[in-house]
């Protein structure tokens, strides 16, 4: 009798551990499906989305890196028919309308880092230019009919152009500056004002 209550128990045994790992065969076969297709986030980071910070900066979009630009404000492969509205005249593509025109996002960012520099002082500026990535962007200063420019950069592929520089190598002088930055891309141009005037020290 005792012989045939260990046959019953080790039959009844055997099916419930091809049960359970059968269970844990299939469930880290989920996991692992979820986890390559980035569902779940269990054994690695969540990709981050793609914007403009230290990831993103000195990457270009297209390889490029700066095009020189006039100690006007001009550069020499603007597009002269570009205008503000975001097409060039006589092109009948709207941006985003699915024709692979990108439409060009306005401007944004701390186009300069201090407002109120001193030549005689520190005269190190930092400026940051936000659009879509791809994009050429410049800043420009404004004193009557003075224009002085810092140089055209593409954007990275976060949106984003940096340029650490000095007051000295743009040629600022003493006096309030307007500033601007214009963005550029595929025939459109996208121009914002930076709400603060630049007051120069001497």
């Known amino acids: 009798m005792k012989r045939q209550h260990k046959q019953k128990k080790s039959f009844f045994r055997k099916p419930l551990f091809i ?5 844990v065969v299939a469930g880290a076969a989920i996991i692992a499906g979820l986890e390559m297709t980035n569902r779940t986030h269990f054994f690695h980071d969540a990709p981050r989305p793609v914007t403009a910070s230290s990831d ?3 990457e270009p979009q297209d390889g490029t890196t700066t095009t020189p ?10 597009d ?18 699915g024709s692979g025109t990108v439409n060009l ?15 005689s002082k520190s005269s190190s500026m930092s400026s940051t230019c936000s659009t879509t990535p791809g994009a050429t962007c410049v800043i420009t200063f404004t004193k009557g009919s003075d224009v002085k420019a810092v140089e055209v950069r593409t954007t990275d592929r976060g949106g984003s152009a940096y340029w650490d520089w ?9 006096g309030t500056w307007r500033v601007t930055a214009t ?3 595929s025939g459109q141009t996208k121009t914002a004002a930076d709400a ?6 001497p």
């Open 196 to 201: 603060t005037n630049l007051e120069v020290s």
């Open 183 to 185: 963005a550029s891309l």
């Open 69 to 78: 630009i006039a100690s006007d404000g001009s550069s020499p492969d603007k």
């Open 80 to 97: 002269a028919s570009a205008t503000d509205s975001g097409t060039a005249p006589g092109d009948n593509k709207a941006p985003g309308n």
């Open 166 to 174: 000095k007051l000295q190598d743009i040629g600022l002088t003493a």
């Open 105 to 119: 996002l306005d401007p944004t960012g701390d186009f300069v880092s201090n407002h109120k520099p001193s030549l």
């Open 56 to 58: 993103t900066k000195g």
């Open 19 to 23: 049960w359970a790992a059968g269970l």
